[in-house]
């Protein structure tokens, strides 16, 4: 059974960088052909894919916030570690984790979400 | 950015009618003979669940009553019978180009 599980600190200041910690099982990011994105979700707004790594290490991000993320892998203890830099309102939301499907690109897999404050 | 325009934004239907919700891109989303189009069911309090992969695949475990189909800019969620249970926003994606894009949603509720 697949499962994903995100973490992170709940609130934070604005300028602040956002650690977000995803631990999955089921599946092994040593594998070909796995990979795991990360999707956030403002309150009561749509989704935004923020962007995605794969097994061998290939990271694809949104252009729109490139410059403030980082993507990170721990393949052997099974997690993906994202980090936003300098954080303001706009960033509060709901964030995702999902494993990404890694031909047609769909989350076919999704955590229950962690939800991220950003306030003064 | 490729643009996807759900539609309508909301929707009222009766137990055991058919719902249909369209997604429109700005541009194709197709590729090499494959539409890069994806739907997903989300309920209040929880994650987006994946319901259709390639615009016409249904993912496994997923009921029958759900349908996708299309091609290029126009794509369609059916459900069919509607049962109780559907009741939810209906997101769908596109994975042709970056960066990945999504609908607005489609709420979904029994009438």
């Known amino acids: 059974q697949v499962t994903l599980k995100e973490s992170g600190p709940g609130i934070l200041q604005p300028s602040q960088t956002l650690s977000l910690t995803c631990s999955f099982s089921g599946f092994s990011l040593s594998t070909s052909n796995m990979g795991v994105g990360w999707i956030r979700q403002p309150s009561g707004k749509g989704l935004e894919w923020l962007l995605h790594i794969l097994w061998n290490d290939s990271k694809y991000y949104n252009p729109a916030l490139k410059s403030r993320l980082t993507i990170s892998k721990d393949t052997y203890n099974n997690q993906v570690f994202l980090k936003i830099a300098n954080v303001d309102t706009a960033d509060t939301a709901t964030y995702y984790c999902?494993?990404?499907?890694?031909?047609?690109?769909?989350?076919?897999?999704w955590g229950a979400g962690t939800t991220v404050t950003v306030s003064s | 950015d490729i643009v996807l325009t759900q539609s309508p934004a909301s929707l009222a239907v009766s137990l055991g009618q058919r719902a249909t919700i369209s997604c429109r891109a700005s541009e194709s989303v197709d590729s090499y003979g494959n539409s890069f189009m994806h739907w997903y069911q989300q309920k209040p309090g929880q994650p987006p669940k994946l319901l259709i992969y390639r615009a016409s695949n249904l993912e496994s475990g997923i009921p029958a009553r759900f349908s996708g189909s299309g091609s290029r800019t126009d794509f369609t969620l059916t459900i069919n019978p509607v049962e109780a249970d559907d009741v939810a926003t209906y997101y769908c994606?596109?994975?042709?180009?970056?960066?990945?894009?999504f609908g607005s949603g489609t709420k979904l509720e029994i009438k």
């Open positions: 999902a494993r990404i499907a890694w031909d047609f690109w769909y989350f076919d897999v």
């Open positions: 994606q596109q994975s042709n180009e970056d960066p990945f894009t």
